[in-house]
């Protein structure tokens, strides 16, 4: 069953025909495959290279295929070397001779160029209401959470935050990550069909009429090019590896709050799973396979740029290994983006352990410096002040706003009563992060 061997004297080593198959996994392009040869078919019709009557034929040929596909009734599998094989001799067991007419003025080159272009733009748009999908469940609970909360650098308690602007750095992230993927999208939306095998054809065809039927912008400039591009394959891989470390990223954090030495949030349990022998244990899994499928995600972009950097000028078989990575990734990056959103949607914040960690912190010693900078005392000298009430915080368990005016008074005779509201965690919020961000 394959759409050549004219020219061979002996049949294809078993081995090799197995190898050379790409079925099991391009059969993921059956539609976008079937798509573009209605789109091709349409187009000879129109140039007067088939008559109406055969492209008629042809296209409720592949018509019938893609609902029989679709009902069940055709199983995608047997002896064909990929998808367009597959399509090309069921549409010639259904119509007969016509059928051979389909592949006129096109070769498997600009198929699959057309076929994965196609895939990649329906695919990008998925990850978008994806990505968007998430956005909205992280700012539910974002307005649902103004909480206190401390914030890190270092992972070090550092100043005071809120929950919400924490978790709203990351609709920041997805924000950009939207950008990036529509940018994509925006490169990638030219039409290769027609370029044939590599130098176009002397067929008088009409590529705009494909670029029309298909959605693409415009008909790629470059036969050579438009065959062997893959780089929106590598530039969506790229988003999908930025979007995989801010989830990662995410994921260390829920992991971290979650744990009891944190205590911050609570995973529920749709979301998290226990241990075969320790009875007490829950744990957060989502988060952590988030954070390990990120691996994966990362290697196939490093995959495909490996694959690509030595192929010379146009298609090479190399190429045909783009698909299971692609596919992979897409697939990893969309369950993981469902699975974020579903963990945010349920999570549950613990405000009064945040809280507890913000008194902990000395989360107002930067604010107690400012306090001293603003009676004029300069800044670096009250950033050494308050480092010696911190050590002397330390030595005797307290916190600064738990010291009494006269041991303040020790360290420097500019503190004042208004010391204590001036260093409230609260007011210092409202005078920074909730003043300047709503
Ligand atoms: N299965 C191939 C791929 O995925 C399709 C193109 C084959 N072209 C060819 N001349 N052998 O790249």
Same mark, same amino acid.
Request: hydrophobic share 40%; aromatic share 8%.
């Given at each position: 069953?394959?759409?050549?061997?004219?020219?061979?004297?002996?049949?294809?080593?078993?081995?090799?025909?197995?190898?050379?198959?790409?079925?099991?996994?391009?059969?993921?392009?059956?539609?976008?495959?079937?798509?573009?040869?209605?789109?091709?078919?349409?187009?000879?019709?129109?140039?007067?290279?088939?008559?109406?009557?055969?492209?008629?034929?042809?296209?409720?040929?592949?018509?019938?295929?893609?609902?029989?596909?679709?009902?069940?009734?055709?199983?995608?599998?047997?002896?064909?070397?990929?998808?367009?094989?597959?399509?090309?001799?069921?549409?010639?067991?259904?119509?007969?001779?016509?059928?051979?007419?389909?592949?006129?003025?096109?070769?498997?080159?600009?198929?699959?160029?057309?076929?994965?272009?196609?895939?990649?733009?329906?695919?990008?748009?998925?990850?978008?209401?994806?990505?968007?999908?998430?956005?909205?469940?992280?700012?539910?609970?974002?307005?649902?959470?103004?909480?206190?909360?401390?914030?890190?650098?270092?992972?070090?308690?550092?100043?005071?935050?809120?929950?919400?602007?924490?978790?709203?750095?990351?609709?920041?992230?997805?924000?950009?990550?939207?950008?990036?993927?529509?940018?994509?999208?925006?490169?990638?939306?030219?039409?290769?069909?027609?370029?044939?095998?590599?130098?176009?054809?002397?067929?008088?065809?009409?590529?705009?009429?494909?670029?029309?039927?298909?959605?693409?912008?415009?008909?790629?400039?470059?036969?050579?090019?438009?065959?062997?591009?893959?780089?929106?394959?590598?530039?969506?891989?790229?988003?999908?590896?930025?979007?995989?470390?801010?989830?990662?990223?995410?994921?260390?954090?829920?992991?971290?709050?979650?744990?009891?030495?944190?205590?911050?949030?609570?995973?529920?349990?749709?979301?998290?799973?226990?241990?075969?022998?320790?009875?007490?244990?829950?744990?957060?899994?989502?988060?952590?396979?988030?954070?390990?499928? =990120?691996?994966?995600?990362?290697?196939?972009?490093?995959?495909?740029? =490996?694959?690509?950097?030595?192929?010379?000028?146009?298609?090479?078989?190399?190429?045909?290994?783009?698909?299971?990575?692609?596919?992979?990734?897409?697939?990893?990056?969309?369950?993981?983006?469902?699975?974020?959103?579903?963990?945010?949607?349920?999570?549950?914040?613990?405000?009064?352990?945040?809280?507890?960690?913000?008194?902990?912190?000395?989360?107002?010693?930067?604010?107690?410096?400012?306090?001293?900078?603003?009676?004029?005392?300069?800044?670096?000298?009250?950033?050494?002040?308050?480092?010696?009430?911190?050590?002397?915080?330390?030595?005797?368990?307290?916190?600064?706003?738990?010291?009494?005016?006269?041991?303040?008074?020790?360290?420097?005779?500019?503190?004042?009563?208004?010391?204590?509201?001036?260093?409230?965690?609260?007011?210092?919020?409202?005078?920074?992060?909730?003043?300047?961000?709503?």
């Amino acid at each position: 069953m394959k759409l050549w061997g004219g020219r061979f004297k002996k049949a294809e080593n078993k081995l090799m025909e197995d190898f050379n198959s790409s079925l099991s996994f391009d059969k993921t392009l059956y539609f976008e495959d079937i798509q573009g040869s209605i789109a091709h078919v349409k187009m000879l019709a129109k140039s007067c290279i088939l008559t109406q009557e055969e492209c008629s034929i042809i296209q409720n040929g592949l018509k019938s295929i893609l609902s029989d596909i679709e009902s069940g009734k055709l199983k995608i599998d047997g002896d064909y070397e990929d998808i367009h094989s597959f399509v090309e001799t069921n549409l010639i067991e259904r119509v007969g001779e016509v059928g051979k007419k389909l592949h006129t003025a096109r070769s498997r080159n600009d198929q699959v160029a057309v076929d994965l272009r196609l895939y990649a733009k329906k695919k990008a748009y998925e990850v978008i209401d994806n990505i968007e999908m998430l956005q909205a469940a992280i700012k539910e609970l974002a307005y649902k959470n103004d909480s206190i909360m401390p914030g890190y650098t270092h992972l070090q308690r550092a100043q005071v935050i809120t929950f919400k602007h924490h978790i709203l750095a990351y609709y920041n992230m997805l924000l950009r990550d939207k950008k990036r993927v529509r940018n994509a999208i925006e490169i990638m939306n030219e039409n290769p069909l027609g370029c044939c095998a590599l130098a176009g054809t002397t067929y008088n065809i009409d590529r705009n009429f494909t670029t029309r039927e298909l959605g693409f912008n415009k008909p790629v400039d470059n036969f050579l090019d438009g065959v062997s591009d893959r780089d929106y394959v590598i530039e969506l891989l790229s988003c999908f590896s930025i979007i995989m470390m801010h989830l990662s990223r995410l994921s260390e954090e829920l992991i971290l709050w979650s744990t009891k030495e944190f205590d911050f949030v609570q995973i529920d349990d749709e979301f998290s799973t226990g241990s075969s022998i320790m009875p007490q244990k829950k744990n957060p899994d989502a988060a952590e396979l988030i954070r390990g499928k =990120t691996g994966r995600v990362y290697g196939s972009l490093i995959a495909l740029l =490996t694959i690509m950097k030595g192929i010379p000028l146009a298609y090479n078989k190399d190429m045909q290994e783009d698909k299971e990575q692609f596919f992979n990734s897409l697939d990893t990056v969309l369950s993981c983006l469902k699975i974020m959103s579903g963990m945010l949607s349920t999570l549950k914040i613990k405000e009064k352990n945040t809280f507890k960690s913000v008194k902990q912190g000395f989360l107002n010693a930067t604010e107690a410096a400012d306090y001293l900078a603003n009676k004029g005392m300069p800044f670096r000298d009250a950033h050494k002040v308050i480092g010696e009430i911190v050590l002397y915080c330390e030595q005797n368990i307290k916190a600064i706003e738990d010291l009494s005016l006269e041991e303040l008074k020790k360290f420097s005779e500019l503190f004042e009563e208004d010391v204590y509201s001036f260093i409230d965690y609260q007011n210092t919020l409202n005078r920074g992060i909730k003043r300047e961000l709503k």
